[in-house]
């Protein structure tokens, strides 16, 4: 039994010194390696993924939809300035021959929430002329305007109004937990792909172990027949167990590949061609959670959640709208100005100023499609995306209730399964440095002692795997609470 036990130590050491030159020779042309935290790969992720930084310029041009719907009530500044002039054969003796003409305007408008619109305008125009029957000339015109329009159906009062509005801050406020909900997924796609990266060296571990103790175990049957202790065709299963668990360390060694490309996919890495190594370990320690509570929690928190639902209140506002488009147009207006003429610009600004001249309107006015499937159509559309993101909402509050109940039922499961693999492991080493012990005194064969080693390397492969999964199970919690964590 002593003498197993050496042996089984001396592979140990052999195997150790075999990793480090296959560490210092790794990697595409020799380069140095990079090491890398659980913690490193999440917040590297976070700063340079290209999935995040989409998400985030969805963010940008919502905020331009809502400065879009808020620019429909800004006040707009209008002005013009001109001159004419004309000279034509007089055909009368009251006919011009020759005439001049200037004018300038300037006016502002401006719409309100319950969609009163009002204009105010400036305008000033000179009249010279060679006609003989104007009192004076040139003549100079100055008046103020003043109207105001008020829908009675259709654009009628605020909740019309500011619909577009209101369906754009509901949409910014959606994307902007849909960059949060992003994050979360790709931290736990992240903390995934570290881990499965650190179950693919591990495994490799375990295979060059298990072909350390082949090699070992074909060394010493290889020695025993030179002893005469063992006959010449002993060798051959040894040696043809050494060439199958060469080949299983070299599918090992592409595992290692794969999962550190998806890795780097998944941080957006530029050092595509030096290997990484994770050095952070899976922590195995339970932690404590109330399952109906992670439900709860998950249903009030999550981002997504919170995205679909604004969603919806998005296309509500739109719904609204769309209802408006399908209303007639009428409208009461009217307007009221005052102006001066005279002789000199001066004297027309005072006569101005005493009303002289002075007009008003008021009146109703009417119009409606004859044919209104345009804004039908919109509000099919409106109604139709509506009725979707209501269904999306329900979708992913069954799909967070499922994600639920699995990742409770894979952190209970994957603590009881690290517990079984230990023992599990344990006893595969106990059963394989017995065999070894009976090899050593010729009554066991080198099949039984390559059955025990392929057996505690399963159970070592296994073990791994069960504290990789739980750490998975762990991330996979802190995704379905919607938070980003980087230490676990």
Do not use: C
């Not at 595409?28 to 935290?37: F, N, S, W």
């Not at 932690?287 to 997504?304: C, F, G, H, T």
């Not at 100005?337 to 005493?354: E, K, N, P, Q, V």
Request: aromatic share 4%; charged share 25%; hydrophobic share 40%.
């Amino acid at each position: 039994m002593m003498k197993g036990s050496h042996l089984f130590q001396m592979a140990a050491m052999q195997l150790a010194m075999l990793l480090t030159i296959m560490v210092s020779s790794g990697g595409a042309a020799g380069q140095r390696e990079i090491k890398l935290t659980l913690s490193e790969a999440v917040e590297t992720a976070l700063l340079n993924n290209l999935g995040l930084h989409l998400k985030q310029q969805d963010v940008l041009e919502a905020e331009g939809t809502v400065q879009i719907a808020a620019g429909s009530f800004a006040p707009l500044l209008s002005a013009e300035a001109g001159a004419a002039g004309q000279k034509t054969t007089a055909v009368s003796p009251t006919t011009a021959e020759e005439e001049r003409t200037t004018n300038w305007q300037v006016g502002i408008r401006r719409r309100f929430t319950p969609g009163t619109e009002i204009d105010l305008s400036l305008s000033n125009n000179t009249l010279d002329t060679d006609a003989d029957l104007l009192l004076f000339d040139p003549v100079y015109r100055t008046g103020i305007t003043i109207g105001i329009t008020q829908p009675l159906l259709k654009d009628r009062g605020s909740e019309a109004q500011l619909a577009e509005s209101k369906a754009a801050q509901s949409l910014l406020a959606a994307r902007t937990f849909l960059v949060d909900d992003e994050a979360a997924d790709l931290a736990a796609r992240v903390k995934t792909a570290y881990w499965d990266l650190v179950l693919a060296y591990q495994n490799l571990d375990v295979l060059a172990l298990s072909l350390k103790l082949a090699e070992t175990l074909r060394d010493e049957t290889a020695s025993r027949i030179e002893a005469g202790t063992l006959a010449d065709i002993d060798i051959f299963q040894p040696e043809s167990e050494v060439a199958v668990r060469e080949q299983e360390l070299i599918s090992g060694q592409q595992a290692i590949g794969g999962a550190e490309d998806h890795l780097k996919l998944l941080i957006n890495s530029n050092n595509w061609l030096t290997p990484l190594r994770p050095i952070d370990l899976p922590v195995t320690k339970p932690i404590a959670y109330d399952p109906v509570q992670i439900l709860e929690k998950a249903l009030a928190d999550r981002p997504d959640l919170k995205a679909a639902a604004l969603q919806v209140q998005s296309t509500k506002w739109q719904l609204k709208k769309a209802e408006n488009e399908l209303l007639p147009a009428l409208d009461l207006f009217g307007s009221a100005g005052f102006g001066g003429t005279a002789d000199s610009y001066g004297r027309a600004i005072d006569s101005s100023l005493d009303a002289d001249d002075h007009q008003w309107q008021v009146g109703l006015r009417f119009s409606h499609p004859l044919d209104n499937t345009l804004a039908e159509g919109r509000y099919r559309q409106v109604n139709a995306r509506h009725t979707k993101n209501q269904s999306t909402l329900e979708m992913i509050k069954q799909e967070v209730r499922r994600q639920a109940r699995a990742t409770i039922r894979d952190l209970d499961l994957s603590l009881k399964t690290i517990e079984a693999a230990n023992k599990t492991t344990l006893a595969r080493q106990k059963s394989l440095e017995a065999e070894q012990a009976k090899f050593d005194a010729g009554r066991a064969t080198t099949f039984d002692v390559l059955v025990a080693q392929q057996a505690y390397s399963r159970a070592l492969s296994a073990e791994n795997e069960a504290k990789v999964t739980y750490a998975q199970a762990v991330a996979a919690l802190d995704r379905l609470l919607g938070v980003v964590t980087v230490d676990r």
